[in-house]
């Protein structure tokens, strides 16, 4: 089954505490990219990757980093997490043809809670 | 910067009616314009993508329309059941797929 998925799916720690969360996607797709969802902002573009060992800023990369060393895999790396990095994240991919006409396959996200 | 804005936060309709949602844009011309649903709980689902120079799309009981003089795009659902409740996203690609903005989306119900 073509998936997107996403570890952990629930996570709360504390303020400073460094943490991954992980995305991986089985549709060789070469393009991925991590959102944040916040109440009334809708989904922000935080990083994405056309490629392998590249990867580019979104709306909102401050605090967070990313690395694309395999096709299939694009961790999120929080250095030190703060509390208003508590949101919902959601990793995507699509292929890369076609540009914008390719439709994003989504996990089913990640509930970070900072404190 | 871009800024998109989903009609209502909340739209009620009655099961069997067209639900229409509408999706304006300020600040860019977008070369697609994708639509998504959301159920709780879960990531977005892809429905339909519209081109700059398509007028309309359709997918059985879906409709999207693309104006970009208005810089608006409506959604619309005809013969809605309640299983169509859920919460809408319109995207727009920023940047030849690189960079996309989604909108806050509209949350629909669908009353039996």
């Known amino acids: 089954e073509a998936q997107v998925t996403q570890n952990p799916r629930y996570l709360i720690t504390v303020t400073g505490k460094k943490l991954t969360v992980t995305c991986s996607q089985n549709?060789?797709?070469?393009?991925m990219s991590w959102y944040r969802q916040d109440p009334g902002l809708g989904l922000r573009q935080i990083y994405y990757?056309?490629?392998?060992?590249?990867?580019d800023k979104g709306d909102v990369p401050e605090g967070y980093k990313v690395s694309r060393k395999e096709k299939r895999n694009f961790p999120l790396i929080l250095e030190s997490p703060s509390p208003n990095q508590t949101s919902l994240y959601f990793c995507?991919?699509?292929?890369?043809?076609?540009?914008?006409?390719?439709?994003?396959?989504f996990g089913d996200g990640t509930r970070l809670s900072i404190l | 910067s871009q800024k998109i804005e989903q009609n209502s936060e909340a739209l009620n309709i009655q099961e069997g009616k067209t639900a229409t949602l509408t999706c304006n844009y300020t600040n860019y011309s977008p070369a697609y314009l994708q639509w998504y649903r959301q159920d709780p709980g879960r990531g977005p689902v892809f429905l339909l993508l519209?081109?700059?120079?398509?007028k309309e799309k359709r997918k059985e009981r879906l409709k999207v329309t693309f104006d970009t003089t208005l810089k608006q795009s409506l959604f619309h659902i005809t013969a809605s059941q309640p299983a169509d409740s859920a919460t809408y996203l319109c995207a727009l690609d920023m940047n030849y797929g690189q960079n996309f903005v989604f909108g806050p989306g509209t949350r629909l119900s669908v009353l039996p």
């Open positions: 990757s056309m490629n392998v060992e590249v990867t």
């Open positions: 995507a991919s699509k292929g890369a043809g076609g540009g914008g006409s390719q439709p994003q396959h």
């Open positions: 519209i081109r700059e120079n398509e």
């Open positions: 549709m060789n797709h070469e393009y």
